[in-house]
């Protein structure tokens, strides 16, 4: 049972990841404002649409701002409370804004105790009747934003567009770090084939690469799924879904020349051959492609993943052990096949000596 | 050098095997012209983005069908006659500057015909000349390895395609960008490409050079 406590680990992790992923509740956010387009010099009442919100519970507290950058903003001049997922403000836009800009976009601030503080960037477009900064300098009557709530309790962060989807970080990123994990291991294997022709390392670099082919296929499902939720479609030939697309082809082709080959020995030595060079042929392709490039994704031209500001630290709770979960129960299930063909091979020997 | 005098000899007796037989260079040729004649047929008038892609695709078939031409023209027992005399390194070499060569005129003469036939779009000949050789070095040493492979499943010439295919692919992807750039469709420095074209080169080359001599040997 000692030895196999990395199996239990990676069945806990596994469970923890679907379980606490899936349980812990989004912060409070807003999801749509209306009208999102004003003129100046207009009082406008501004419908706020939030999400796990508790407008009704919080009623006395809350407070709502406008805010045109870090310095500026404008508070609501009152604010009246439909239910917990709705409430109205009404502000009072100057004549004149102090920004040389005709469009100026404001982000929404709402803040309580119950729910602390949440807000929408560019969710109110001011349009200028006439622009002059001066006049919108003396007109402007600042409003500090302070004091704002934290909310209690654990949660995930609330994040426009994607919504509930943020869960599937801990599928899609996680699948997909543990499948490149996955792949280097086989890659080890075939150049250790290579140096000292041991069969046990043939049967390795196919278990791990057909595992790593399962986690592929689900990290591209599952991006799929996010894919429709967020861009609205399920492929949107964006260039990392090409890229995934193509390795994927790259190491189904791995199959087909073992299976085209008959001769035991050459098949895992011709293998390992294609295997060090596929995955060599796979690095531009998954990491300098998609960074020249634009892409739907989050961290293109720079980061291959996503940057430090789209993780937060209850995120990160769940995200690297899950990254571990997916990969140790992926090396379990490898595991699992190479030691068939052992037993498969020590099968055929017996045979042989009959 | 060894090795160097080695290549030479491999590259001239290959060579002298093709002025000879002219089999495997009149095959692709007549190949190529039939393609051009079609497609030159099929599309009555060509638009530069068609011209890029109709280009791109008939290159990359009758590279196929070169590269996998010049590995089994020779016999299993001549290839071990040529690995007991040379360094399978010189051999590996030797194959790729002839399908370099062999890929430059199959591309300048696809250039030439398809232009003769249809039209010429290119703006930028220097540009798309520098993308016709970097494609060539970067066609010939993934199609040569990869027939390398393949020769040994008994030369399957539907393995071939499966197996080159996906990997061939970034340098696909490059070159097709880089045409458009050479016809002026994206204006666009093109010095980032290039590199990253030829950094995959060098390291399919790499590859390459390190993995033949596990190959060679049965």
Redesign the interface.
């Known amino acids: 049972m000692v030895k196999h406590w990395w199996k239990a680990l990676g069945v806990l992790l596994v469970i923890y990841t679907l379980t606490v992923g899936m349980l812990i509740p989004l912060r409070p956010g807003i999801t749509a404002v209306s009208p999102s387009s004003v003129r100046t010099g207009e009082q406008i009442t501004i419908q706020v649409a939030g999400y796990n919100s508790n407008f009704k519970k919080a009623q006395d507290s809350i407070r709502a701002w406008l805010k045109l950058d870090n310095e500026r903003a404008i508070a609501a001049q009152s604010i009246s409370v439909k239910d917990d997922q709705s409430v109205s403000l009404i502000f009072d836009i100057p004549e004149y804004l102090p920004v040389d800009q005709r469009v100026q976009d404001m982000t929404l601030v709402i803040d309580n105790d119950a729910d602390g503080a949440s807000l929408l960037p560019s969710a109110v477009f001011v349009t200028q009747d006439s622009i002059d900064p001066e006049m919108g300098q003396q007109v402007w009557k600042n409003a500090d934003i302070s004091n704002l709530n934290d909310k209690k309790g654990i949660t995930f962060p609330f994040r426009n567009i994607l919504g509930e989807t943020i869960r599937n970080t801990y599928f899609h990123v996680s699948l997909w770090l543990a499948m490149v994990s996955i792949f280097i291991i086989s890659f080890a294997n075939s150049i250790n084939y290579l140096r000292d022709p041991l069969p046990i390392y043939d049967y390795k670099a196919k278990a791990y690469t057909r595992s790593g082919l399962l986690l592929g296929i689900l990290g591209l499902l599952t991006g799929a799924i996010w894919a429709k939720n967020t861009w609205g479609q399920y492929w949107s030939w964006d260039v990392k879904q090409n890229m995934t697309a193509v390795s994927l082809l790259i190491y189904m082709a791995y199959f087909i020349l073992r299976s085209s080959l008959t001769d035991s020995e050459q098949k895992a030595r011709i293998a390992a051959v294609y295997n060090i060079f596929a995955f060599v042929a796979l690095i531009p392709l998954i990491y300098v492609i998609p960074r020249l490039t634009d892409s739907l994704h989050p961290g293109a031209g720079g980061n291959i993943t996503f940057g430090s500001q789209d993780l937060d630290n209850t995120m990160r709770m769940v995200f690297y052990p899950a990254i571990i979960g997916w990969f140790l129960i992926s090396v379990w299930i490898s595991k699992l096949q190479y030691r068939m063909d052992i037993i498969h091979a020590r099968i055929w020997n017996l045979d042989d000596e009959d | 050098m060894k090795s160097k005098g080695e290549i030479w000899h491999l590259l001239r007796k290959d060579f002298l095997l093709e002025f000879r037989t002219g089999y495997a260079i009149s095959g692709i040729f007549l190949y190529l012209f039939g393609t051009v004649y079609i497609v030159s047929r099929a599309f009555q008038q060509i638009k530069p983005e068609s011209w890029n892609a109709l280009f791109w695709i008939i290159i990359l078939f009758a590279s196929v069908n070169a590269v996998t031409k010049s590995f089994v023209q020779e016999s299993n027992q001549r290839q071990l006659y040529f690995y007991s005399i040379a360094n399978p390194i010189a051999i590996i070499i030797s194959k790729i500057i002839y399908n370099i060569l062999l890929l430059l005129a199959l591309s300048f003469l696809t250039w030439g015909a398809l232009s003769f036939m249809t039209i010429d779009p290119i703006l930028k000949p220097d540009v798309f000349s520098l993308t016709l050789l970097l494609g060539s070095i970067g066609f010939s040493i993934n199609f040569t390895?990869i027939s390398a492979?393949a020769v040994?499943?008994?030369n399957?010439a539907t393995?071939m395609a499966?197996?080159s295919?996906?990997?061939v692919?970034?340098v696909l992807?490059l070159l097709v960008k880089l045409t458009a750039i050479s016809i002026g469709l994206v204006a666009q420095d093109i010095t980032?490409d290039i590199l990253?074209l030829l950094?995959?080169d060098l390291?399919?080359l790499a590859?390459?050079l390190i993995?033949y001599p596990?190959?060679w040997r049965?």
């Open positions: 390895f492979i040994k499943a008994n399957n393995l499966i197996l295919f996906p990997l692919i970034p992807l980032n990253l950094g995959i390291l399919l590859m390459t993995l596990f190959l049965d």
